[in-house]
Every structure is written in structure tokens, then in C-alpha cells.
């Protein structure tokens, strides 16, 4: 249907990006699940009016009025959303308007202006994300293969498409190494090259500055760091970059050394056991621990570039306070019920931060207040201390308490020990 309203116009329409990389990947391995569509119009003998691909989408809303239209005017370009539509399910089609890219100064937001279908593939990241496939006759179903990108799809290559590429979007190298994970790809030499030298060249210090005049890079930074964190594959993914220094893009001073790996598998077993139920957002949890392992001095600043969330920052900002004071109160304290009244206080996100942190004999007692103690609950209620002859009112959250506590410190261990107890 796009495609007849794109020729209805005199246009041309192509599908590109990763939806047609993932098309040409699924002929070879199988299953394919496309949820986001990237279309381009084009013109057929000059290029199109800078405002096709909005019209095009507008023509098309008229069509499937369930849709919702989304548009973009400082980039020219549209969207249309189905949500969880009873046939589409979730759809995401982008419509842009066959456009190159010119950066006024690197690392800042890309301007619009119109041009052909080949310069608008110029632009964009790496070749096996730089096809299209021709939606409009004549010629439908040709696939526009300019740079080798299905020479590279064969070969598990990921080549960036010019040396500048890293320089005027470092979230491409984040990009790079996650397709390459994701795929079992290899960064091409040359592309690898590229990378350092942005990295060297301080790319990453306009991504971590303080008060960055360009935020838009610093929210694509963030779904990158998010698409990375919570895919099964983040653990290679970090490694990867790491090993090409691009983690200096969070902060100069982020390595992933032996203690962070550590950190981070043990996080990894306390969200199956603590957070089975998925209530923590756990990739954020990983980011946190990344950002934990910054001197305290960098966390906060980190946080805020990144545009976390005002609980996470505020838990990275008051991590080194309740770090050391349960660190100095913990060895001081015997009694189970001593312990609860102690770590109660921190909610389930900050004790991981905190255990991660902790040397291991106060981390085991973490571990124990999460799994056990923290779930110890009175063994008698409201209407047994009313028999009791207690008379109704607020002492009884503490006349409870105390039943825990007593639970906890093996002082009774059922509700007749526990009347006697109260008696
Ligand atoms: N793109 C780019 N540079 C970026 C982001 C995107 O060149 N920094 C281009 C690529 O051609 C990419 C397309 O825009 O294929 C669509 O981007 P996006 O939807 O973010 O990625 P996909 O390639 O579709 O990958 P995924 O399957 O992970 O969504």
C-alpha cells in the first residue's frame, strides 16, 4: 500500500536499514520478527520535495486510521505507530525523506537536507545497515547495494562507511560493537581503526561533559547503553568495548578490571534470587554498578549526563554515606535482630549496590537479612494479643516487632513460646 501511494506521487520508496539487513540475515538463519520498519522516499528523477516521506505517512494514516502519526519537522520525517494492534501487534514504521546528513560541527544533532537514495545510505553507520531493498516499480524487490554491505553480511563484517563516521556520532561505536556481539561479527580492521582514533581524538569528552551543549547525544548514548544492558549478550558486549577503550566514553576512568567483573556477577545472581519477579529495571541495575565503581567524586555527574533516572541518581549519590555506615556498623552487631533494625532502612536496590561493594563475610550477612530475616514475620497477630488482653492501639507494631526480633534471635520459636514470651 505504501508503495502504490509512493507511486501514485512519482516517487520511489525503499525499505533500509535493519530491517533489511535482518531480511537478508534470516534467509541464512532462520526466524526473523521485524517490529520496526525504516522506509525512504525518493524521487525518480530529481530528489523528492523535502516533505514526501510526512506526506507520504499523512496519506497513509488516512488509510489505517488505527495508526498513530508521529511527526519529526526539524528532521522531515514521520512515524507510524500501531500499538499492540489485534493483527500488527506492535508496529514502528519510520518514513524519512531521501536525505544526506551534514554535521556543522561533530557529535552535534545532523541537519536536514534533501538529496538521492544513495548519499542518504552514505550516511548512515555501517555498510550491512546501508541497503535497500525498492518497494516502488519498476525494479521492485532490487536490492541498492552501494558499499558492499552484502559482501559483508556474508564475510560477518562490521565496516563503517567513511573514516569520519566515529568522530560526527561516537554512538556509532557502541552501535558497532553490539551488532557485532549480537551477530558473532567481526570488526573490520579498518573500522576498529577508526574507532581508536575517535577515542583518542577525545570524542568521548563532548559525551562526557558536564554541562554538554549537545543532551541529544548523550540520550542516544543512553539507549545505547540500555539496548546493550539488556540484551543476554551484555556481558561480551562490555568486554568488547572495553577492549577498544570506548567505556572512557562513560567516563575516563571506567575499566572493566577483575573487581568490576566480579561485581557484576554477583549482580547478576542477586537479581535471579532477590528479583525473580522483575520489579528492579535491571539493566539500569548494571549501569549502576558500572557507574558504583566510579570514584564516588565522578558518580553523580556521570548519572546526570546520562540522564538516569532522579532514583538512581540519588542512589549513586548517597551510595558512599550508607556504604560505610554499614560497613563500620555491621562487624559491630550479633544478633540477627540487630541486623534487621540496621539494613531495613536501605531498599533492595541500594543493599545490592551496597553487598557488591562489601567485603565478603558482611556480604553473606546481606544475603542472609534479604533471603531470610527480612521475611521472618510475627508469629502471633492482632487478634492473639487482643486475647492476650492487650488493648487495641499503635503498641502493637511494637509489641510485633519485638516478636520478630525475639523470632529472629532464636528466643522463641512458636506461638506458645511466644505467649509465654508476652506473658
Ligand atoms: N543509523 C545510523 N546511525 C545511527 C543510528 C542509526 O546510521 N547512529 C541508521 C542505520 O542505517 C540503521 C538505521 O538508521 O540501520 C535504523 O536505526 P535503528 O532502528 O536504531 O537500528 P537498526 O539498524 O534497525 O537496528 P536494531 O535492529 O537494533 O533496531
Same mark, same amino acid.
Given at each position: 500500500?505504501?508503495?502504490?501511494?509512493?507511486?501514485?506521487?512519482?516517487?520511489?520508496?525503499?525499505?533500509?536499514?535493519?530491517?533489511?539487513?535482518?531480511?537478508?540475515?534470516?534467509?541464512?538463519?532462520?526466524?526473523?520478527?521485524?517490529?520496526?520498519?525504516?522506509?525512504?522516499?525518493?524521487?525518480?528523477?530529481?530528489?523528492?520535495?523535502?516533505?514526501?516521506?510526512?506526506?507520504?505517512?499523512?496519506?497513509?494514516?488516512?488509510?489505517?486510521?488505527?495508526?498513530?502519526?508521529?511527526i519529526?519537522?526539524?528532521?522531515?520525517?514521520?512515524?507510524?505507530?500501531?500499538?499492540?494492534?489485534?493483527?500488527?501487534?506492535?508496529?514502528?514504521?519510520?518514513?524519512a525523506?531521501?536525505?544526506?546528513?551534514?554535521?556543522?560541527?561533530?557529535?552535534?544533532?545532523?541537519?536536514?537536507?534533501?538529496?538521492?537514495?544513495?548519499?542518504?545510505?552514505y550516511?548512515?553507520?555501517?555498510?550491512?545497515?546501508?541497503?535497500?531493498?525498492?518497494?516502488?516499480?519498476?525494479?521492485?524487490?532490487?536490492?541498492?547495494?552501494?558499499?558492499?554491505?552484502?559482501?559483508?553480511?556474508?564475510?560477518?563484517?562490521?565496516?563503517?562507511l567513511?573514516?569520519?563516521?566515529?568522530?560526527?556520532?561516537?554512538?556509532?561505536?557502541?552501535?558497532?560493537?553490539?551488532?557485532?556481539?549480537?551477530?558473532?561479527?567481526?570488526?573490520?580492521?579498518?573500522?576498529?581503526?577508526?574507532?581508536?582514533?575517535?577515542?583518542?581524538?577525545?570524542?568521548?569528552?563532548?559525551?562526557?561533559?558536564?554541562?554538554?551543549?549537545?543532551?541529544?547525544?548523550?540520550?542516544?548514548?543512553?539507549?545505547?547503553?540500555?539496548?546493550?544492558?539488556?540484551?543476554?549478550y551484555?556481558?561480551?558486549?562490555?568486554?568488547?568495548?572495553?577492549?577498544?577503550?570506548?567505556?572512557?566514553?562513560?567516563?575516563?576512568?571506567l575499566? %572493566?578490571? +577483575?573487581?568490576? =567483573?566480579?561485581? #557484576?556477577?554477583l549482580?547478576?545472581?542477586? !537479581?535471579? &534470587?532477590?528479583?525473580?519477579?522483575?520489579?528492579?529495571?535491571?539493566?539500569?541495575?548494571?549501569?549502576?554498578?558500572?557507574?558504583?565503581?566510579?570514584?564516588?567524586?565522578?558518580?553523580?555527574?556521570?548519572?546526570?549526563n546520562?540522564?538516569?533516572?532522579?532514583?538512581?541518581?540519588?542512589?549513586?549519590?548517597?551510595?558512599?554515606?550508607?556504604?560505610?555506615?554499614?560497613?563500620?556498623?555491621?562487624?559491630?552487631?550479633?544478633?540477627?535482630?540487630?541486623?534487621?533494625?540496621?539494613?531495613?532502612?536501605?531498599?533492595?536496590?541500594?543493599?545490592?549496590?551496597?553487598?557488591?561493594?562489601?567485603?565478603?563475610?558482611?556480604?553473606?550477612?546481606?544475603?542472609?537479612?534479604?533471603?531470610?530475616?527480612?521475611?521472618?514475620?510475627?508469629? %502471633?497477630? +492482632?487478634?492473639? =494479643?487482643?486475647? #492476650?488482653?492487650?488493648?487495641?492501639?499503635? !503498641?502493637? &507494631?511494637?509489641?510485633?516487632?519485638?516478636?520478630?526480633?525475639?523470632?529472629?534471635?532464636?528466643?522463641?520459636?512458636?506461638?506458645?513460646?511466644?505467649?509465654?514470651?508476652?506473658?
Amino acid at each position: 500500500i505504501a508503495s502504490q501511494e509512493a507511486e501514485k506521487r512519482g516517487w520511489h520508496l525503499y525499505l533500509v536499514g535493519g530491517a533489511v539487513r535482518d531480511l537478508l540475515l534470516a534467509k541464512t538463519a532462520g526466524s526473523l520478527m521485524i517490529k520496526d520498519i525504516d522506509l525512504v522516499v525518493d524521487g525518480f528523477h530529481k530528489s523528492a520535495d523535502v516533505g514526501a516521506g510526512v506526506e507520504l505517512a499523512k496519506a497513509l494514516q488516512q488509510l489505517y486510521p488505527a495508526a498513530r502519526l508521529e511527526i519529526h519537522g526539524a528532521f522531515q520525517t514521520a512515524a507510524l505507530l500501531w500499538h499492540k494492534d489485534p493483527e500488527l501487534d506492535s508496529l514502528w514504521v519510520d518514513i524519512a525523506t531521501a536525505r544526506t546528513e551534514f554535521y556543522p560541527y561533530p557529535a552535534a544533532n545532523p541537519e536536514v537536507e534533501a538529496s538521492s537514495i544513495r548519499q542518504d545510505l552514505y550516511r548512515r553507520d555501517f555498510t550491512i545497515n546501508a541497503i535497500a531493498l525498492r518497494l516502488t516499480s519498476p525494479r521492485s524487490g532490487e536490492l541498492l547495494d552501494f558499499f558492499g554491505g552484502l559482501l559483508d553480511l556474508q564475510a560477518k563484517q562490521i565496516r563503517v562507511l567513511y573514516a569520519n563516521s566515529f568522530i560526527e556520532d561516537p554512538t556509532r561505536i557502541y552501535r558497532g560493537v553490539r551488532f557485532a556481539v549480537r551477530f558473532g561479527f567481526e570488526i573490520e580492521p579498518q573500522t576498529e581503526e577508526f574507532i581508536r582514533y575517535a577515542i583518542n581524538s577525545g570524542v568521548y569528552d563532548r559525551t562526557s561533559q558536564e554541562n554538554t551543549k549537545t543532551p541529544a547525544l548523550q540520550t542516544r548514548l543512553k539507549t545505547e547503553l540500555k539496548h546493550i544492558l539488556e540484551a543476554p549478550y551484555w556481558k561480551s558486549a562490555l568486554q568488547l568495548l572495553d577492549n577498544l577503550g570506548a567505556l572512557q566514553c562513560i567516563h575516563p576512568t571506567l575499566k %572493566l578490571d +577483575g573487581s568490576l =567483573l566480579r561485581q #557484576l556477577r554477583l549482580l547478576e545472581r542477586c !537479581l535471579r &534470587r532477590f528479583d525473580a519477579e522483575q520489579t528492579l529495571i535491571h539493566w539500569q541495575m548494571r549501569l549502576e554498578a558500572l557507574i558504583a565503581h566510579l570514584a564516588p567524586e565522578y558518580r553523580v555527574k556521570v548519572a546526570k549526563n546520562l540522564q538516569l533516572q532522579e532514583d538512581s541518581i540519588l542512589r549513586l549519590k548517597n551510595l558512599v554515606q550508607s556504604f560505610s555506615q554499614v560497613i563500620e556498623c555491621l562487624p559491630t552487631l550479633q544478633r540477627p535482630s540487630q541486623i534487621v533494625q540496621l539494613l531495613r532502612q536501605y531498599d533492595l536496590p541500594i543493599l545490592i549496590l551496597i553487598a557488591l561493594q562489601s567485603p565478603r563475610s558482611l556480604r553473606h550477612q546481606i544475603w542472609e537479612y534479604l533471603t531470610v530475616w527480612a521475611n521472618v514475620q510475627p508469629l %502471633l497477630n +492482632g487478634n492473639d =494479643l487482643k486475647k #492476650l488482653g492487650y488493648k487495641p492501639g499503635p !503498641l502493637y &507494631r511494637q509489641i510485633l516487632d519485638d516478636v520478630v526480633a525475639a523470632t529472629l534471635d532464636g528466643v522463641i520459636k512458636d506461638r506458645t513460646e511466644a505467649e509465654e514470651f508476652l506473658a
